[in-house]
């Protein structure tokens, strides 16, 4: 799969996710290596490297490929961005505030605190009922297109999720270590990354609000809608 291109269902952007995951560890176990005696004396076995020609890299330690293989796997088994989504509530204030809410408005039902208090309680079995009913990338009901781009921009956002949180872990290890140069630097990628991630969070939004638009364009869509609302 072309790690740039866009996702078309829910495994794809799963892979795209880990690919960057993967080449964002490979970068942070190199630079943490570098700064941390005890970990470059067990990274760097002489014996254990290889070339990559086409780059003119020679000696490249085996273990890091390993240690970044590592990390990425355990980030797609425990799908770390949805942890750290849970942790923060990251994708329930956007359910909440992005779709659940304007779909609530798009059919007449005002949102107050009892009805944003269900929702929430309900968020995931109201999301399946009234939105990816619809918006399913695997049976797709609105304009496919949309559903992709969704995809696409929500891939990128739990890229620099995962990529961010992997870089806290990175720039502790290096402070920790007094490798305060390098510990300033991962810092301050850290948070142009998390600048990245609320620009593409708003782009997110965009096509959610597209989305939503577009399921209630039809009639018996919208009275569904209406009714599985007013139920609550």
């Known amino acids: 799969m072309n790690p740039f291109a866009q996702p078309k ?25 570098h700064n941390v005696p005890l970990l470059w004396r067990f990274l760097h076995p002489t014996w254990l490297t290889f070339t990559v020609e086409p780059l003119g890299l020679k000696n490249v330690p085996t273990a890091y490929v390993i240690v970044a293989f590592l990390i990425s796997f355990v980030a797609r088994v425990s799908k770390l961005h949805d942890r750290v989504s849970d942790l923060f ?15 609530a408005g798009g059919v007449g039902i005002p949102v107050d605190l009892a009805t944003i208090g269900k929702l929430a309680d309900r968020r995931n079995e109201i999301m399946a009922d009234i939105f990816y009913r619809y918006a399913s990338s695997t049976k797709p009901v609105i304009d496919e297109h949309l559903i992709w781009a969704a995809l696409d921009k929500w891939s990128w956002f739990w890229i620099c999720i995962e990529g961010t949180t992997i870089g806290m872990i990175a720039f502790i290890l290096l402070f920790s270590a007094g490798a305060f140069r390098s510990a300033t630097c991962i810092g301050a990628v850290i948070f142009a990354g998390t600048l990245v991630a609320t620009q593409i969070n708003r782009a997110c939004a965009s096509v959610a609000h597209s989305e939503v638009r577009e399921i209630l364009l039809d009639a018996q869509r919208h009275a569904d809608v209406e009714a599985a609302l007013r139920a609550l």
Do not use: C, W
């Open 89 to 103: 509530g990251i994708r329930q204030r956007f359910d909440l505030h992005e779709i659940l809410t304007p779909l």
């Open 9 to 33: 269902n829910y495994n794809e952007m799963l892979t795209k996710i880990t690919i960057f995951t993967f080449s964002i560890s490979l970068i942070l176990v190199a630079v943490v290596a």
